[in-house]
Each structure stands twice: as C-alpha cells, then as structure tokens.
C-alpha cells in the first residue's frame, strides 16, 4: 500500500466572500500541489463560520462545488472541506469529498454547535462516512464532532480489519479553546490506533472570535509529526505510512479488547 501525502491550509477565511476565499485558496492549492493525493481545507471555508440565522448558503449544483471538482480535475487530488449547503428549504453544514473525476461524496455535521445557536438552522447530520483514497480508509468529520468520542470510535471487523486508517477533522476551531483541541486531537489518535489529521482556520472574523490554528498531523501512537504555526497562515505537508500503522497495530493491537455498543440516532 503506497504512503498517503497530504496537504492542510490552515488560512485565514475572508468573511462571507466565497469568491474571494476560492480565488486565495486555488492560489495556495497549486502552488503546493506537487503530488499530494489529498488537500484538506477548514470548516466554511467560503465563509467562516456564520452567526446565525444570518449566513450564506449554496446547493450542490452551486459554485463553490464547481470549483472544487475543477481544482481537483487540475491537481488530480481529492478536494476537501465543507460549507453550509441547502436543499429543499433544509441547510446543512456539510463536508464535501471531492474527486479528481468531479464525483463527490459528503458528510453533514452531526454535532450542530448549540451554544452558536447553530442547531437553530443547521440540520445535523445522522450518517458517518467512510471513503477510500489509494487503498487508505478514511473517516471525516467536521470540528464540534471532535468532541464526542464514541461517534469518532474505531471499529475492528471480523476480518480484524480496522474500520478506518485515518480520521479527519475540518474545524472552525476559536483560540480559547485551544488547549483542549490539541489535546483531543492526540486522545482520539491514541484510542483508535489511526493518524488524526486536524486542520483549523486562522484570524479574526468580524464578531470578535479569534482563532490560532494549531492545526496537526498526528500518528497513531499520539506523537504529534507536524503542527502549523500558531496564529500564521500556514501549509503543512505530510507524508502517512501505511506499513507503519499496520506495524503498530500488529505490535499492540488494542483493538481486540474495545468494547461493542451501537449508535441510535435519534
């Protein structure tokens, strides 16, 4: 199985200009490209996070996803991040996995930040997803998820195969609260034998929230491979080993001793 190399911008975000914010982050995509095989963007990366009920919104068939599948079909890299979509009068904050070939699938947040009021217009989501990229499995979610471990947990298939090899986690993440976002981040590493991948936005948006981000590549043993500078825009690079990851968990395979439970949502 070959090594997965990943590109993570960890920008600022232009407030509610997507246009702008597609032009800077194509920019900074191929410029950087080389041979990654996947670029990760934070969370409402044409927007920032909106404050709701006043926010833009986009359907599938809208630009931004446009754009992404001609980024893609440029680099041959899978695009992602995620933007508030709408469909039939329902909005979503969703996570868009898009290919090189312009098919995409897509993850809609299931842990809407109420304290934001977001659960007032945001739909969560009640499916997880699970892509494939080069032979890698590969779970992606989006920033408040971070913080509910059994929707972020491992699972270990008859076949003693694990459920996913990389989890990922797009984020609008404040700085306040940074502390626990590092620390999350290497917690779910550790408790589900994968690399974590965290990318967080950074700068001001115009209600005073500030965000640093401290966005990460971490291993499955916790140690944390490369971290963005904080309060910089910044692109970090990372090369994953499959063989190494498969070593480690032929070594200290946790995994046959988790526990079994089911998710019901609601």
């Not at 041959?76 to 991040?81: D, F, K």
């Not at 950074?202 to 490369?226: E, F, T």
């Not at 498969?246 to 998710?263: P, Q, Y």
Request: aromatic share 10%.
């Amino acid at each position: 199985m070959e090594d997965l190399r990943i590109l993570c911008l960890q920008t600022d975000i232009v407030w509610d200009d997507p246009e702008k914010n597609r032009e800077l982050l194509e920019i900074n995509i191929l410029n950087h490209i080389d041979d990654h095989h996947l670029v990760l963007l934070p969370e409402t990366f044409t927007t920032g996070f909106p404050k709701f009920p006043d926010f833009t919104s986009e359907k599938k068939d809208g630009k931004t996803l446009q754009w992404m599948a001609e980024v893609a079909g440029k680099t041959g890299a899978v695009i992602s991040g995620s933007l508030i979509l709408e469909e039939n009068g329902i909005h979503t904050n969703t996570l868009v996995w898009m290919n090189p070939d312009g098919n995409f699938e897509q993850y809609a947040k299931r842990h809407v930040f109420s304290m934001a009021n977001e659960n007032e217009v945001i739909e969560k989501g009640k499916q997880q997803l699970i892509v494939e990229l080069n032979g890698w499995k590969i779970k992606p979610m989006i920033c408040y998820d971070l913080r509910f471990p059994v929707w972020s947990k491992n699972g270990l298939a008859e076949d003693k195969t694990y459920d996913y090899d990389l989890s990922i986690y797009i984020a609008n993440w404040p700085a306040i609260r940074s502390y626990p976002w590092a620390q999350l981040l290497i917690a779910r590493a550790i408790e589900n034998l994968s690399y974590v991948v965290g990318v967080n936005r950074v700068g001001r948006d115009p209600h005073g929230i500030y965000y640093s981000g401290n966005s990460m590549i971490i291993d499955p043993k916790g140690k944390v491979i490369s971290e963005g500078e904080e309060e910089k825009e910044r692109i970090l690079s990372e090369s994953l080993s499959y063989s190494d990851l498969m070593s480690f968990r032929e070594k200290f395979n946790v995994g046959m001793d988790w526990d079994e439970f089911a998710i019901i949502s609601p």
